[in-house]
């Protein structure tokens, strides 16, 4: 079993910075691909970014390509999402969720069903 809880999410203006976090306990989560999903309102869950169990391998939805970064630190068991020039538009729960069926894997998932451990969510919120 992972456990994994988010945080740093909060209310920024358009043009803000962002960095939430996801700490991971019970299991390390050092040797999974990790990623990063959100939930608008009304709306499917949909991928954001995902990161290698070494972080040599990363992905990203298009539409956050060139502002935000995935990263990890494995000593802290703790996975990041840096969130630059945010928008609007970029206002959802944001879940982390960890791939462990996918252990020492150079593969980064991207589909929700890859991913069997998430967190709870932490708001994002961007107001313009």
């Known amino acids: 079993q992972v456990q994994l809880v988010e945080s740093g999410g909060g209310l920024v203006q358009a043009g803000d910075s962002l960095r939430v976090s996801c700490a991971a306990s019970?299991?390390?989560?050092?040797?999974?691909?990790m990623g990063w999903f959100l939930q608008a309102p009304g709306k499917e869950r949909e991928f954001v970014a995902a990161i290698s169990w070494n972080g040599a391998s990363t992905k990203y939805k298009d539409s956050v390509k060139g502002r935000f970064t995935i990263s990890r630190d494995n000593a802290k068991n703790t996975v990041y999402l840096q969130m630059d020039s945010l928008k609007p538009e970029d206002t959802a729960v944001y879940y982390c969720?960890?791939?462990?069926?996918?252990?020492?894997?150079?593969?980064?998932?991207?589909?929700?069903?890859?991913?069997?451990?998430w967190g709870q969510g932490t708001q994002v919120t961007v107001s313009s």
């Open positions: 969720a960890c791939a462990a069926g996918l252990r020492y894997s150079d593969y980064v998932p991207t589909r929700k069903d890859d991913y069997p451990y």
């Open positions: 019970a299991r390390t989560i050092s040797s999974y691909g």
